[in-house]
Structure formats: C-alpha cells, structure tokens
C-alpha cells in the first residue's frame, strides 16, 4: 500500500489527525514531513501531532490530538473529559490529559496531570478517544468545581446509568488521601440522589403551572452571575441547592457573597433544594405563593 493512502486511512480513523511518530512509521522522511507541513497538507495541533489535509479540526480532533501528543497510556481527563462525557458543560481552553507515570514534559495547550498509575477501571474510549471513566472524571473533577457543579455532575452520571455508587466507592477505597476525596464522600455519605438543573427547573415550572402561579423567567444573568428563577416585577429570585453539605467553606460563603449582592439590588433571594421540591411540593408552592404576594 502506498503511504499516502496508509496515512489517510489512519488519519481517517483518528478524527483527521496523525502523529509525527506514525508518519515515520508509514513511510514518510523527516524531510518529507517538513514539506508537508510547508504546503499545508499537515497542520500542526500541538507538538508532534497534525491534522491531514484541512487546517479546521472536527469534533473530538482536539482531545485525541492532546492525548496522542502525551504519549503512551495518556487519557483525556479532569474537566475536558466531563465535557465528553455530557457530564458539565465543555470549556474553551487547555486540554486535560492524565499521565501515568512519566513525565512527557510540557505541552503548550495540554494541561498534563501526572500520576503513578492508572488502574483499568479508571480507563475507556469515548469515540475512540482514551478518557478516564465517568467515576473516576467525577473523582477527578471533585477538587477543582464548586459544590453544584459537582453535584450536577454526580446527578447526569446515575440519570444517564454511567456510574453507579459502588464505582465510585470503590475508587475512594483506592484513593482516599487524594484531593477532591472529601467533597465526593460527602455527596455519597448524604445518600440522596440529586436531580440535574433541567430536571430541577421541569419539576419546578410543572408545580408553579399546577398551582397556577406567575411563570417565572428561568437561567437570567445579573452582572456577573445566572440565576435560576426570576420574578422580575416581584424582584424575586429563587435559586436551587443541592445537597444539604458545602463542599468547602468558600463555597459557602461564595453563595453567601451572592446573595448579599442581589438583595443590595433591591431582589428577595430564596434558596430551595432538590429535596423540598420531590418530598414537599406542596410546602414549597404555598411559599413560593406567600413571596409572591408580598412581592
């Protein structure tokens, strides 16, 4: 086989993209790849990785070329792997990858997590992408998101059955001194299992329709922050918690910071949790009912 039809079919099973080390092995010189990268028919993504032929990556492209440059037995993790895995919302930026034990040296572009090693439990493919599991994302995450974001991200893993509560026991029992170990345990000792943001809002606009009740308007940024229900002419704002434990005490006060800034604008704030939304719905509204009439 030609190498040029070797390398495109490669290429063609990679998203679009290709290593320096894998040209070498399908036939190309050093020399050879140099003038292909001249007259772009490679694109350079990050050292020693290219996309074929078109400079625009495809969906995906980004994160295999991150861990192809990180070498052998490198993952997508963090958070570029709860992007994947529709586990948070994906974020612009530096790519996320996990490295078990060696350092690949920097990577412009790649954020690189070291680690000893990583056990075959804590390891899949994502559309032919080497990513950590959903447990092990969740573990990983736990450390670097706020309460609700981890909360969100625990709830879209049991809703969509991609992790189960003994996966991530048995990760913390493997585990247990690294960061983000508390926040998770936490989440798993309080025993609930949370509803994600959308769900919270379909179950709470179905009760607010039911009891007939002003529609509110729903995920409205104020300055700098969302919030998650509004009642502009009554300035009320209702905001959804999430377990009954802050992860950390700035998280606290974080929301704490927040609601001072809207009641200094003139807003009510009333925080509810997923809770009183399954188990009291009828509590709920009768408050929800008083506010607005005050309002």
């Given at each position: 086989?030609?190498?040029?039809?070797?390398?495109?079919?490669?290429?063609?099973?990679?998203?679009?993209?290709?290593?320096?080390?894998?040209?070498?092995?399908?036939?190309?010189?050093?020399?050879?790849?140099?003038?292909?990268?001249?007259?772009?028919?490679?694109?350079?993504?990050?050292?020693?990785?290219?996309?074929?032929?078109?400079?625009?990556?495809?969906?995906?492209?980004?994160?295999?070329?991150?861990?192809?440059?990180?070498?052998?037995?490198?993952?997508?993790?963090?958070?570029?792997?709860?992007?994947?895995w529709r586990l948070l919302p994906g974020r612009e930026g530096d790519v996320d990858v996990t490295v078990p034990g060696r350092n690949p040296g920097?990577?412009?572009?790649?954020?690189?997590?070291?680690?000893?090693?990583?056990?075959?439990?804590?390891?899949?493919?994502?559309?032919?992408?080497?990513?950590?599991?959903?447990?092990?994302?969740?573990?990983?995450?736990?450390?670097?998101?706020?309460?609700?974001?981890?909360?969100?991200?625990?709830?879209?893993?049991?809703?969509?059955?991609?992790?189960?509560?003994?996966?991530?026991?048995?990760?913390?029992?493997?585990?247990?001194?690294?960061?983000?170990?508390?926040?998770?345990?936490?989440?798993?000792?309080?025993?609930?299992?949370?509803?994600?943001?959308?769900?919270?809002?379909?179950?709470?606009?179905?009760?607010?329709?039911?009891?007939?009740?002003?529609?509110?308007?729903?995920?409205?940024?104020?300055?700098?922050?969302?919030?998650?229900?509004?009642?502009?002419?009554?300035?009320?704002?209702?905001?959804?918690?999430?377990?009954?434990?802050?992860?950390?005490?700035?998280?606290?006060?974080?929301?704490?910071?927040?609601?001072?800034?809207?009641?200094?604008?003139?807003?009510?704030?009333?925080?509810?949790?997923?809770?009183?939304?399954?188990?009291?719905?009828?509590?709920?509204?009768?408050?929800?009912?008083?506010?607005?009439?005050?309002?």
């Amino acid at each position: 086989m030609r190498p040029e039809r070797a390398i495109a079919e490669l290429a063609a099973k990679q998203r679009g993209v290709i290593t320096r080390a894998q040209l070498l092995e399908l036939g190309l010189t050093r020399t050879t790849i140099d003038n292909w990268v001249k007259h772009s028919r490679l694109h350079p993504l990050y050292r020693g990785v290219f996309l074929l032929g078109h400079p625009r990556p495809i969906a995906g492209a980004r994160n295999l070329a991150a861990v192809l440059a990180c070498g052998r037995g490198a993952v997508l993790s963090h958070l570029s792997a709860a992007g994947l895995w529709r586990l948070l919302p994906g974020r612009e930026g530096d790519v996320d990858v996990t490295v078990p034990g060696r350092n690949p040296g920097r990577r412009r572009g790649i954020r690189v997590h070291r680690v000893n090693g990583l056990d075959r439990r804590d390891v899949r493919k994502l559309g032919g992408i080497p990513i950590t599991s959903p447990a092990r994302t969740i573990f990983d995450v736990a450390a670097v998101v706020r309460r609700r974001e981890l909360e969100q991200a625990l709830a879209e893993a049991y809703a969509r059955r991609l992790a189960r509560r003994s996966d991530f026991v048995s990760l913390l029992a493997r585990r247990s001194s690294l960061p983000g170990t508390r926040a998770l345990r936490a989440l798993l000792d309080d025993g609930t299992t949370a509803l994600t943001r959308s769900q919270a809002e379909e179950r709470l606009l179905a009760l607010i329709r039911t009891a007939e009740l002003p529609a509110p308007e729903i995920n409205v940024r104020i300055g700098r922050d969302e919030v998650d229900f509004m009642w502009r002419d009554q300035r009320l704002i209702v905001e959804v918690d999430g377990f009954r434990f802050h992860s950390s005490r700035s998280a606290f006060e974080h929301d704490r910071r927040r609601d001072a800034e809207l009641s200094s604008q003139g807003f009510r704030v009333i925080r509810i949790t997923w809770r009183q939304i399954v188990d009291r719905p009828e509590a709920l509204i009768a408050r929800l009912a008083k506010a607005l009439v005050v309002g």
